[in-house]
């Protein structure tokens, strides 16, 4: 028996207690004789059937669950109170009339909104303590609506999308609102997607979109607690299995985990003053808590769950069961948290009965604490905290464990050895190196805690430090290199690769001093570093089809989740390798973009090619179709810098009407709308291996408003007819980078043929400067080197280039370089702006890896910028960097103004 849980007694007992200590039930006795006569008899099974009954002949669904609520709540407490019914008989109960309510008043809804149709299309996903049967005794509930556009029913003209807000906003209000028979449930929906912008009810594709690509770590954590509630159970379960890989994944970004554990701080923080035990704790949030025990079988049921099937448990104390029956957790512990949380949760149930509220905290008040403890069946507030006390310290002292690093005892501090050598270097404010190095050897870094990990240290050190010393910009090299060592894991085989390879330290040093972006990726994956022992790795990355091949290459065993791993690896270590090959000089900035384009391109291929496999297992094909993806921006133009997006669009061939021929068949539409969903997260989301890519859509047809695919007919009659002059702007840029070799070469040539089509030149003029002006009210530059936004720099560029490309019919190449030769042979344009564009685009892939914030760089870096920009000093570097955007500017006065009395400079 748990210390403190309440002993079997009598009902009338419990009757005293209530009528004494709880006005909530005091009063729910009185307006219900006959309840309270069969709780005097002690008869519990009648007094659950007169709950049951208890909205016969009720005038409409919603009196009849309010009746049923009211004395349901009251047989509940009663039960609970006598010790008759334990806390999973209590939690079930609610749980499973939340059910029946959601069902019933839906139904009604249903008969009432569409009499002939039938009750489907609309499903509700119970999340928190509803989705996993522990409904609190004054507890909200947490749903999610989700509707199927193709079978919800409608009326009139009504769109899909009204009458799924429509039925959700009247199935909250059913139990929500409250009236004379009182309420039936709080209703919360706020752990929808985007709950403040969202509608009440979601189109399920998009929900699934949402979770595979956008959802936080929260949210994965949130949807181990999920199952089918009530509505379309087939839609329902549609639901959950689809996004069964989001919740439970075969390789877990760990990261993900100490997001989500670092929630648990956060709210610590928030709730400050509900945190130290004694009067006023708050027993859900407060530090050894109900959300602790929780927190804590979560996040070990998302490490291990992905795997491990048998672990994904939704209830609390049986997860912790499953947990320690697999060894992945200390049985005693388990027992210490479930016992805890099992006493918790009765306490919460006292303090909410008290007064039907929702509340967790114990009251301040000493006559108030008084009162929660004898209606449990203590004598006094002061018992309540005893038997509290125990629980709450060892739950937050296991729960510390898990989050909380141990500290070890200090080893012996620098020698002056060091600092003499130091100082012999000519290094200023030596004491900074000491600092740092007396706190390396402190045994408070996480990855210099082993004796392994000291010894490798310690051999690489004096060489490291001089390097660092030897570095243009020791002191931001130091702080680069303090940072990278505090987020390594472990840092056994980086030291030791060091060790061995001498140019490798000061190419790090170099790399510490010049590119934060390169430093920070270093701190994450230290792996990357030891792909530069390959002296190919400072080469140009090979073309797009023996990457391809590179990256397609799997071992034996591997499946589709350790494919996306092993892409990002493999993707990451070209990145950084290109990142490097700019740091260290070795290849042209203009050349460094077309590789991470290569590799990009090469990326999408091997990843939208596996994601269809892995969709054609469920689903099938469907026969004559293919999905053909479409690169614009600068994807589209052939020249990425380190920081680039991919701007992509999803077409697709065949004809519409027809399902796919798999176990579970999707209309066409739907089937490649899913399928291009799926190929976004395979691009997009974080694995353990890290993130890859992030993706824009928003380019598509009716941008973020329309859906993910469409027919390649569709596309072209949208570009024809109905598309804006920046999206013909935009589709100047574009290129087929997924898709049969045929359908490419049509979709290319139809691109050229729109943006062939004969426009008004001062219509076009008129267009093309409405967009400038909307980016320079909406997005001004970031510091005095944005290259792309400042007055005269790239965007403005862009812009005269397309103008003309779209005036002209000419030089229509997404390579922004080619276009613009073509339009010098072609004597539209300028010469001069060729150079202008290349010296602009070099300082634009250089400052996206040396500053990214877009101002001046460090002094120590402003040479390195200035030779990759092909300028000989910094001093160059700016008078040419200013000369080549007055070339811009000219061009746009000569081309895009309006009138001789307007220049640039009153746009922009």
């Known amino acids: 028996m748990i210390e403190g849980m309440p002993q079997q007694t009598s009902l009338k007992d419990a009757i005293k207690r209530a009528r004494d200590h709880a006005p909530f039930l005091s009063l729910g006795l009185e307006v219900q ?37 009211r004395a349901m709540a009251v047989a509940l407490a009663l039960g609970d109170l006598a010790g008759q019914l334990n806390l999973s008989e209590v939690t079930n109960y609610l749980s499973d009339f939340a059910d029946r309510a ?53 009326r009139g003209r009504e769109e899909p999308s009204d009458a799924a807000r429509r039925i959700g906003q009247q199935l909250v209000d059913a139990l929500n609102a409250r009236d004379a028979d009182g309420y039936v449930f709080r209703v919360d929906m706020r752990l929808r997607p985007s709950p403040e912008v969202s509608p009440v009810a979601l189109p399920v594709e998009a929900a699934i979109g949402y979770y595979e690509s956008s959802a936080l770590a929260w949210e994965q954590a949130a949807f181990v607690r999920s199952r089918f509630a009530a509505g379309d159970a087939e839609l329902g379960r549609y639901f959950l299995e689809s996004i069964n890989p989001f919740i439970w994944r075969r390789s877990l970004d760990y990261g993900a985990i100490a997001n989500i554990g670092a929630v648990s701080v956060r709210i610590r923080d928030h709730y400050a003053g509900g945190q130290k035990f004694g009067p006023g704790y708050d027993l859900k949030r407060g530090r050894g808590g109900i959300r602790e025990a929780e927190f804590y079988a979560q996040m070990n049921q998302l490490i291990y769950g992905g795997r ?185 085989n980086f030291f030791r690769l060091l060790e061995a390879r001498p140019g490798l330290r000061d190419m790090l040093g170099r790399i510490l001093s010049h590119a934060p972006v390169l430093a920070d990726e270093l701190s994450r994956r230290t792996e990357l570093f030891a792909g530069l022992i390959d002296t190919s790795a400072l080469d140009l990355p090979p073309p797009v089809s023996d990457l391809e091949e590179q990256f397609s290459w799997r071992e034996n065993g591997d499946d589709y989740e350790m494919l996306l791993d092993r892409v990002r690896e493999r993707v990451g270590e070209k990145r950084f390798a290109l990142g490097t090959q700019l740091i260290e000089s070795r290849h042209d900035p203009l050349e460094i973009a077309g590789g991470y384009a290569g590799v990009a391109e090469a990326a999408i291929r091997v990843l939208a090619d596996a994601a269809i496999k892995e969709f054609e297992k469920v689903h099938g094909r469907i026969a004559g179709s293919e999905i053909v993806i479409l690169a614009l921006g600068r994807l589209g133009g052939e020249a990425l ?29 739907r089937y490649f709308n899913r399928l291009a969903q799926r190929i976004v997260a395979a691009l997009s989301v974080p694995t353990a291996a890290g993130p890859l890519y992030d993706v824009d859509t928003r380019l598509r047809p ?77 997005k001004p530059p970031k510091g ?125």
């Open 641 to 669: 810098t380190h920081a680039s997006d991919l701007d992509l669009i999803f077409l697709f061939t065949g004809a519409q009407g027809v399902e796919s021929d798999g176990q579970r068949p999707l209309g066409c539409t």
């Open 308 to 492: 491990e099937p048998e672990l994904r448990v939704p209830a609390t104390r049986d997860a912790l069961r499953a947990l320690a029956d697999a060894g992945r957790i200390d049985a005693g512990k388990a027992k210490i948290l479930a016992e805890s949380y099992e006493l918790y949760r009765v306490i919460e149930h006292r303090l909410q009965m008290v007064n039907d509220q929702q509340t967790h905290s114990l009251p301040d008040d000493a006559a108030a604490l008084d009162r929660v403890a004898r209606l449990h069946g203590l004598n006094g507030g002061s018992d309540l905290l005893g038997i509290l006390a125990g629980p709450v310290e060892a739950v937050g002292t296991i729960y510390d464990e898990l989050i909380a690093s141990d500290e070890r005892t200090t080893l012996p501090h620098a020698d002056s050895a060091l600092q003499s050598a130091l100082e012999s270097r000519g290094v200023a404010q030596t004491e900074i190196f000491i600092d740092k190095i007396k706190r390396w050897r402190s045994g408070k870094v996480t990855a210099l805690r082993s004796t392994a990990a000291v010894a490798s240290f310690e051999a690489v050190l004096p060489d490291m430090i001089m390097a660092i010393a030897g570095s243009p910009d020791p002191q931001q090299a130091l702080l680069r290199f303090d940072r990278l060592i505090d987020k390594l894991p472990t840092a056994i």
């Open 102 to 154: 959601l069902e019933e008043a839906l139904a009604d809804i249903y008969a009432t909104r569409y009499p002939d149709a039938d009750p489907q299309g609309l499903a509700v996903i119970a999340l928190g303590k509803h989705g996993s049967q522990e409904l609190n005794y004054s507890s909200d509930i947490d749903p999610i609506f989700l509707y199927d556009p193709d079978k919800i029913p409608t």
């Open 33 to 69: 004789p006959e309840l309270s006569s069969l709780l005097a008899a002690e008869d519990l099974e009648a007094a659950f059937a007169f709950a049951r009954a208890a909205g016969n002949g009720a005038e409409t669904v919603r009196q009849k669950l309010r009746r049923e609520k």
């Open 784 to 908: 005095p080197l944005d290259t792309k936004l400042m007055e005269g720099g790239l965007v403005d560029w862009e812009f005269i280039i397309h103008f003309l490309q779209l005036k002209t019919g000419e030089a229509l190449y997404p390579q922004l370089g080619k276009a613009a030769r073509g339009l010098v042979a072609a004597g539209h344009l300028n010469k001069d702006m060729v150079a202008a564009y290349e010296l602009m685009t070099r300082l634009l892939v250089a400052l996206r890896l040396m500053s990214p914030n877009c101002d001046y760089p460090p002094e120590s870096s402003r040479d390195l910028i200035a030779r990759s920009a092909g300028q000989d000093s910094w001093d160059a570097l700016l008078e040419g960097y200013d000369k080549a955007r007055q070339c811009v500017i000219d061009e746009w006065n000569r081309h895009l103004r309006p009138d001789p009395n307007e220049i640039l400079g009153d746009i922009i």
């Open 702 to 778: 009716s941008g973020a408003q329309g859906p993910m695919a469409v027919t390649v007919e569709s596309f072209y009659k949208y570009q024809d007819e109905s598309a804006w002059t920046w999206e013909h702007m935009a589709l100047t840029r574009a290129r087929p980078v997924f898709g049969s070799e045929e359908i490419c070469e049509q979709l290319q040539s139809q691109i050229i043929r729109i943006l062939q089509k004969k426009r008004e030149p001062e219509e076009l003029r008129k267009a093309v400067r409405k967009m400038r002006l909307d980016i320079v009210k909406h």
